[in-house]
């Protein structure tokens, strides 16, 4: 059971974790940022990775003339992988706050991704837990180093050393 749980997310991969107390806190130091599960969002990938290229050179282009111009939907399609990713960040979220207990939920991701993922989080976050946005992309960040910022920030209790209370 943990207090706090932590989603870092973006476009091609959310990343879940919660701060766990140790089990032997005079021996050992704590809390602990623990990685509990990742998703990942592999159309998002792909189209960064040439889902929709075209290997065809040359296809916007007349026989006598200059290019033209074309729209193929490439943003369209990206906005809607987010959306449908957001969508099951919101319920893995809701899942494992109300297993866990949770009463503060710490949400990191770009601002793009926090613009697909508020409206999805209405009803994902059960009443009565808390939620922090922090609209940075924290994504790459090792769990020991995104527990130091998000407790220098204030979001989640400070790691102690062992023996310290």
Do not use: W
């Not at 991704?113 to 059960?126: D, Q, S, V």
């Amino acid at each position: 059971m943990s207090r706090y749980c932590v989603v870092v997310a973006e476009g091609s991969r959310a990343r879940f974790f919660t701060v766990e107390k140790p089990e032997l806190p005079e021996m050992q130091s704590g809390p602990d940022l623990v990685e509990q599960k990742t998703m990942t969002n592999p159309e998002h990938k792909a189209h960064g990775d040439d889902l929709l290229a075209d290997p065809r050179t040359g296809r916007n282009r007349t026989a006598n003339g200059p290019a033209h111009g074309y729209d193929d939907h490439r943003e369209d399609y990206d906005a809607e992988c987010e959306r449908r990713f957001a969508r099951e960040i919101a319920q893995e979220l809701d899942t494992m706050a109300r297993a866990n207990g949770t009463r503060r939920v710490v949400l990191c991701a770009e601002k793009r991704m926090l613009g697909f993922l508020r409206p999805k989080l209405e009803n994902a976050i059960p009443r009565g837990v808390d939620l922090h946005e922090v609209p940075k992309d924290l994504a790459k960040l090792s769990p020991r180093k995104l527990h130091e910022r998000l407790a220098n920030d204030g979001h989640i209790p400070r790691r102690r050393n062992r023996g310290q209370h």
